[in-house]
């Protein structure tokens, strides 16, 4: 299972609902930088959801991210490729959960956006290890929803400092 991504997108994104939302909702069959047009994906999704109360954000966020390990595996599955770059439901699940009681405003969304994809590019410990170590689906959700703990961490603190 250890290809090379390929740099297109499969068709299968474009006719498979699994492989569709797993993608994004196609953003991550941009060849370039898909994590990042992930990430951009989920952005309206969070405008959609930053009014409501904390405890059906969370109720939403558990059901994405929850939602998200399945999904991923099957697509990683079907694809022959572990993580392909393409998969980004993790990076939408991922900004969600570090946008979770943020302030209200464009600076929170987009501090939010680089502190997200900081931490999900850097990988500091031990988001590293566990990107190389646990492998599925739950493998490809498990890394970036703790590079979001870190940004949700550092999201709020700024908060915190700046209010």
Not at 49 to 57: A, C, G
Not at 151 to 162: D, E, G, M, N, V
Request: proline residues 7%; contains cysteine; aromatic residues 14%.
């Amino acid at each position: 299972m250890k290809q090379k991504p390929t740099i297109h997108a499969p068709k299968s994104v474009w006719r498979n609902p699994i492989h569709f939302l797993a993608y994004g909702f196609g953003s991550g069959a941009i060849p370039v930088a898909s994590g990042t047009f992930g990430t951009l994906a989920a952005i309206p999704i969070y405008f959609f959801m930053q009014d409501l109360s904390l405890p059906y954000y969370l109720l939403i966020l558990a059901l994405i991210t929850l939602v998200g390990v399945p999904l991923c595996h099957i697509t990683a599955r079907d694809m022959g490729v572990h993580d392909h770059p393409g998969i980004v439901w993790d990076e939408i699940a991922g900004y969600l959960l570090t946008m979770v009681a943020a302030p209200k405003g464009w600076l929170w969304i987009w501090l939010g956006f680089g502190l997200f994809r900081l931490f999900d590019i850097w990988k500091p410990w031990p988001i590293r290890w566990l990107d190389r170590h646990v492998h599925g689906g739950l493998g490809i959700m498990v890394d970036d929803t703790l590079a979001a703990i870190y940004a949700l961490i550092c999201l709020q603190l700024l908060a915190l400092y700046l209010h």
